[in-house]
Each structure stands twice: as C-alpha cells, then as structure tokens.
C-alpha cells in the first residue's frame, strides 16, 4: 500500500499569511493526488485535484503543485474560514486510497 | 444538486452489527462509484471500501475484509455499508462518498465528492 506523509502535522497562522502544507509519498504516484479541506463535525471538502487542479467553486488563494512522491498545497492569503484541517488523498494504486494524517492549522 | 443523506446515529453493544445507509440524489445512481470511508474520534480518515451500484461489484479494504458488507438498492438509489462483530475501536463517523475522475486527457485520478454527512456509529457495552 502507498502510504501518504503530511507534514506538519499541525500549524498556527494568522489572518493574511501565505502557509504551505506539504504532502509526501511513499513512492512515485505521478499526479494522482487530491486533497480535502475538513471542518470539526462536518464532512471533509473536496479543494483540488490531480494535485494542481482548483475543483470549481474554491478561492483562488488555494493552489497546489508537485509530482512523483513530494507535493504542497499553499494558502497564498489566509483567511477565518481557511482554519481547518487539510488532507491529501493519493489515486495512482488502488486500493486501497490512502488518506494523509492530516494537518491542522490553527489560528495563532 | 447532488446529494448524498445518511442515516442517522446508531449505538450497538460490542459483537453486534451495524448498517449505515446513504441515500443519492441529483444524478444518474448508477453512473457513478460510491466509497466508504471512516474516522475515529480526534483521527483522520480511513478508506473502508468502494461499491459499483450499476452492478453491484465490491471491493474492501484488507483491514475490514470479512466484516464489512457494501450492497444496493437500485429502486431506492441507497447504498447500505454494514460492519459486523462491533469492537470499541469501530466507534467513528462513517461517511459515504461519491467517487469523482477526470475526463479531460492525461488526467486519472479519483476523487471523493460529494460526501455524506456522516453517521456516528457508537460500539459501547
């Protein structure tokens, strides 16, 4: 099984910083990789696709790049509604899909 | 709009079973996979398994193989996740989720979208 590395696990920000969250792979999975925004008690949000692709409907501050095993999703300016904890998804051998642990980000 | 509505929480004893359902609307039910996945209280999430509701085919996850059972009622568009032999460490929020893909050229990935709500599944003696 592919397993999905996020670091860091957890990260305090303000209102209007740029943050990065990087998500690591444990082999090449091209650009199968997806990832999801989750709020405490509700379903996590679907933010972006085949690891640079903005699903329709999300902020243009959320991007995402990288291929092969290493791969970030950035907040290029943070705002209230972005403090949430952030997942990413691998597709490429499946199955099992396999999740990231998750970060965190909190408001500092 | 496309909509995926669970059942509501249950609370089972250790042993017993449970079976969730997830309700689709707003799309052609059988056009498209439907995933389970849980999460364990303060965890992250933990893909269960994956139905195919235009014939019904399964495939699980090698931890739940043997307890978990994925079946569908194409009258009703639901798909029904039931876990068996209930422990403490089974008490998470089950969801459900449409399995999303690319159709653009040198795009194959998969996604999960939309999600159910989610149901609490409590396994308490």
């Known amino acids: 099984d592919i397993q999905m590395t996020q670091s860091p696990s957890s990260l305090s920000a303000s209102v209007g910083d740029r943050v990065t969250i990087t998500c690591r792979a444990s082999q090449s999975i091209s650009s199968y990789l997806n990832w999801y925004q989750q709020k405490p008690g509700k379903a996590p949000k679907f933010l972006i696709y085949a690891a640079s692709s903005l699903q329709s409907g999300v902020p243009s501050r959320f991007s995402g790049s990288g291929s092969g095993t290493d791969f970030t999703l950035t907040i290029s300016s943070l705002q209230p509604e972005d403090f949430a904890t952030y997942y990413c998804?691998?597709?490429?051998?499946?199955?099992?899909?396999?999740f990231g642990q998750g970060t965190k980000l909190e408001i500092k | 709009q496309v909509q995926l509505v669970q059942s509501g929480a249950e609370v089972k004893k250790p042993g017993a079973s449970v079976k969730v359902s997830c309700k689709a609307s707003?799309?052609?039910?059988?056009?498209?996979?439907i995933h389970w996945v849980r999460q364990a209280p303060g965890q992250g999430l933990e893909w269960m398994g994956i139905i195919n509701p235009s014939g019904g085919s399964t495939s699980y996850a090698q931890k739940f193989q043997g307890r978990v059972t994925l079946t569908r009622d194409t009258s009703t568009s639901t798909v029904y996740m039931e876990l068996s032999s209930l422990r403490s460490e089974d008490t998470a929020v089950y969801y459900c989720a449409r399995k999303g893909y690319c159709s653009s050229t040198g795009c194959y990935t998969e996604w999960f979208d939309p999600w159910g709500q989610g149901t609490l599944v409590t396994v308490s003696s």
């Open positions: 998804q691998q597709s490429y051998s499946t199955p099992p899909y396999t």
């Open positions: 707003g799309y052609t039910f059988t056009s498209y996979y």
